[in-house]
């Protein structure tokens, strides 16, 4: 956001106005769609019902930098401005995937997949749908602010700790 900001001095400036205590993480694409804040970095499965080819996001094979290459990030733009009202800024987790992590060895079923029946999985709510069957229970884990642009310089803002629960 630093580099940003100096980048952008006199034409923009991103402010954290916080996180999912200020507005809730499923709210944010409404907000931004609303004009409550200008920006938000969230991802397509946030507003999926609005905009349903973010699914296509999350499944695909390629990369950012080659999406804007081959016309799929302006064909995604096209689809957000129609849909929902915005513009999309980008693509900007290109190539992050969902990890698993645990202290425990895993067990593979026959076919060689992982079976983790019995583990409690913790995540984020727009992904617990799509994790892996367990019999455990699941819990969310809180997700990054929520940013602004502004025309006036930054003020200087302090970022929340993380949440419990």
Wanted: include cysteine.
């Amino acid at each position: 956001m630093k580099k940003a900001n100096e980048a952008g001095r006199g034409e923009f400036a991103i402010q954290v106005r916080g996180g999912p205590e200020a507005i809730g993480m499923m709210e944010q694409p409404g907000a931004v769609r609303s004009g409550v804040v200008d920006m938000v970095y969230t991802p397509c499965a946030f507003y999926a019902a609005v905009v349903p080819e973010c699914d296509a996001v999350s499944a695909s094979t390629v990369d950012g930098p080659t999406a804007r290459k081959n016309g799929g990030t302006e064909l995604l733009n096209e689809i957000h401005q129609k849909r929902m009202g915005v513009v999309l800024l980008g693509w900007v987790d290109s190539g992050v995937r969902f990890c698993l992590w645990s202290t425990k060895e895993p067990r593979f079923d026959a076919s060689g997949q992982l079976d983790i029946k019995g583990f409690k999985v913790r995540g984020n709510r727009s992904t617990t749908p799509s994790s892996p069957t367990t019999s455990g229970p699941r819990s969310s884990t809180s997700i990054p602010p929520t940013c602004t642009r502004r025309s006036s310089a930054a003020r200087s803002t302090s970022r929340p700790g993380p949440r419990s629960g």
